[in-house]
């Protein structure tokens, strides 16, 4: 078994907060969007397998499939008896039937996963790893199919209006980011703390001036506003924040969160609505709009509500966190 990188747990711990954080809608939300994403596809990048097998297939599947459709079927089963009842939802009089559809198509937004939006993630990020399993067989030609692929994937919704299955164009773009962490996990691996800091300084300038040059994207909604602009933008950010805790950031609790994004991106909108029941019934609070300090404060109390469940998927069902066995 690969041995953990305690900074790369980090960083997905402080990527995970920032979608915790970003889902409700701070004013730091359009920078946010700039590299969350495109961090989370960098690392994953960082641990994809030089070996092409199909049982590296199969494993990845395990990792990432069976955990969506598990969580996806009990979110589905809770929205079914009691979320779709109450709130946001309520107001919509969203389709069950759409909604079960969306478990296998997990894309779709509101109308088809309203139990779980956050989850599309999963299956979008396995046909990621699936393209680059193809990229990499490709030989010699493997970066013009990489260059192909990743250009297609802008290309395609504005030919085609409906979104597509597993979000398999923002997979294609995605690709840009988990082919930048494949090709140089070694240099943040290995590369010596002068050079790596010189790095860091030079694309955290390069990443706070390309903000101002593009609008808010979304990776979910297929919205980049300016592509190069987006790519260069999600690179420079991604290695930033990668070099940063590297170099110059401890904090536990993050690396401690990062090991359980599977289960944040599934429980995160529940902990919310257990935030404004508490909030509505028990505070009697009338009018729910938080003010910034609120927004960061209840994204932790989100995280700090989750980890109790943290404590029973280790113990009886790791497979909701990607782990076939106990740990």
Known sequence: MRRRIDWIDQVKGWAIFLVVYGHNFPVTEKYIYTFHMPLFFMIAGFFHPREQTREVIARRAKYLLVPYFLWASILYVFWFFAGRKFGESAAYHLSPLKNFAGIFYAQGGREYMDWGIPLWFLPAMFLTFLLFYLVRSAGKYQYLLLALLVVSGFLIPGFVPRKLPWSLDVAMVAL????????????????????????????????????????????????????????????????????????????????????????????????????????????????????????????VVQILLMIPVFFLIDKYAPILNGSPKKT
């Open 176 to 299: 840009a980011f988990y082919s930048a962490g494949f090709y140089t996990f070694s240099f943040f691996k290995n590369a010596p703390s002068a050079s790596a800091r010189r790095i860091l300084v030079l694309t955290g300038i390069l990443h706070a001036v390309l903000y101002f040059f593009n609008s808010k994207v979304d990776m979910y909604r297929s919205e980049y506003g300016r592509a190069v602009v987006f790519l260069l933008n999600g690179w420079a950010g991604s290695t930033f924040y990668l070099l940063l805790f590297r170099e110059l950031i401890r904090f536990p609790f993050l690396s401690y969160i990062g090991k359980y994004t599977i289960p944040i991106l599934a429980m995160q909108l529940r902990a919310m609505t257990v935030i404004k029941a508490f909030l509505i019934y028990v505070a009697g609070r009338q009018v729910l709009d938080f003010s910034e300090g609120e927004r960061l404060l209840y994204s």
